[in-house]
């Protein structure tokens, strides 16, 4: 994985609908988060990003999202 995938893992893939908005609101507080002054567990927040995110483009293939 490069620099570039492992900071940013949902830029360039191919989301759509409820996906795509989630991701892009992610990457949006993600960024906000790490630009406050308070402590910010960036790597728990990939990792619950990425699993919800599993999670929904789970429920869109089976038509629920």
Known sequence: MTAAS???PLQ????EGPSRDF????EAEFE????ADEP??????REAMEMT??????L????YA
Not at 40 to 45: G, N
């Open 32 to 35: 906000r988060r790490r630009n």
């Open 12 to 15: 360039g893939s191919e989301l």
């Open 23 to 26: 991701a892009s609101y992610c």
């Open 53 to 58: 995110l599993r999670r929904l483009r789970a």
């Open 40 to 45: 910010f567990d960036e790597a728990a927040y």
């Open 6 to 8: 492992s900071d940013r």
């Open 60 to 63: 869109e293939e089976e038509g």
